[in-house]
């Protein structure tokens, strides 16, 4: 539907994968479509900056730059990344992030609740959409990763992902052409394209009480 914002590959099963285990998941290769767009917005964290009205732009996204008629002269270099990668929650933690997330809403925290409505697939919150309040939404990180918008977790980089249920459930998405740090206008240059990755049961991982952690070239 038009709602859906992120658009996942997944839940991928990972073969001999056990709950409590920690997978590596390094990006092989990312190649980009051929046409992106930026949406500077209130939504941005940095809107209150920002002197103009708000702005959609498309960008021709070639192998090496994104340009724009919208912004003559102005070349972005390629610098692709997938903005969610993550494993699936398993059932403790789902109850505890929903429990925190309600209680952060009723304090006027800025939360997205769970909805039915632009969840894909739908069955997955019930029949027709009849248990919304067990549908995540997509636009927080957490500790099964998600949406960290890191610019630096790019070809060459192994993100380390905590299993919470047998199989892990691998999913990435939400692909960017460049980005700064973080999605401060309201997106990046939000795009579609094609990456391989490779996924790894780690011996001795580290320490994710915290969170994932990524290590790779940092360009």
Not at 139 to 158: A, Q
């Amino acid at each position: 539907g038009t709602g859906i914002v992120h658009a996942l590959t997944g839940p991928v099963f990972i073969n001999g994968a056990e709950a409590g285990d920690v997978i590596a998941v390094t990006i092989q290769s990312m190649a980009p479509a051929r046409v992106g767009w930026t949406e500077a917005s209130p939504f941005g964290f940095a809107w209150d900056e920002l002197d103009i009205d708000q702005r959609f732009i498309v960008w021709r996204l070639g192998e090496d730059y994104a340009v724009s008629d919208a912004l003559p002269g102005v070349r972005i270099p390629n610098a692709s990344f997938p903005g969610v990668v993550t494993t699936l929650p398993g059932p403790d933690l789902l109850a505890d992030v929903l429990a925190r997330e309600q209680q952060l809403l009723k304090a006027g925290g800025a939360v997205l609740p769970p909805a039915a409505v632009e969840a894909e697939p739908a069955e997955l919150c019930g029949p027709d959409g009849s248990k919304p309040g067990e549908c995540l939404r997509t636009v927080p990180p957490r500790e099964h990763g998600g949406n960290m918008d890191i610019r630096y977790i790019t070809t060459g980089t192994t993100v380390y992902l905590p299993c919470f249920i047998d199989g892990c459930g691998l999913a990435v998405g939400d692909f960017h052409y460049a980005q700064g740090d973080g999605e401060v206008a309201g997106t990046a240059i939000e795009m579609g394209g094609r990456m391989t990755v490779t996924a790894r049961i780690v011996d001795n991982p580290p320490d994710l009480r915290h969170g994932p952690h990524y290590e790779g070239p940092a360009t």
